[in-house]
Nanobody, 131 residues
């Protein structure tokens, strides 16, 4: 069965950094979309970033561009979200999502993420940023 296991969340002060990990299993990782969503209490879900595993092309939302980076380790079937210069508005539950077996690109995978077109996502990891 497909599993997406997020880790790396925690509590840090504003200006700090965290690196989230998403370990994928149960499907062929190559040529898939992998993405990150986040959701804060009382707010709508928001797309954060996405990557197409076939060539590693990536896209990051305008709201976090310049602070967040998405990357992968193909040998580990793992996607990362490096988050720098964190602020309290980044506080949310962060979810990893996957769409297996597609030909795409980072921006195409991001559009699918925003549209709710991913097939699977994990249970999430909580990120809390204090002032």
């Amino acid at each position: 069965q497909v599993q997406l296991v997020e880790s790396g969340g925690g509590s840090v002060q504003a200006g700090g950094s965290l690196r989230l990990s998403c370990a994928a299993s149960g499907f062929t990782y190559s040529n898939s979309c992998m993405g990150w969503f986040r959701q804060a209490p009382g707010k709508e879900r928001e797309g954060v970033a996405a990557i197409w595993t076939g060539d590693g092309s990536a896209y990051v939302a305008d709201s976090v561009k310049g602070r967040f980076t998405i990357s992968q380790d193909i040998a580990k079937n793992t996607v990362y979200l490096q988050m720098n210069s964190l602020n309290p508005e980044d506080t949310a539950m962060y979810y990893c999502a996957a769409l297996p077996s597609v030909l795409g690109s980072g921006d195409w995978c991001y559009r699918r993420t925003v549209a709710g077109g991913m097939d699977y996502w994990g249970k999430g990891t909580l990120v809390t940023i204090s002032s």
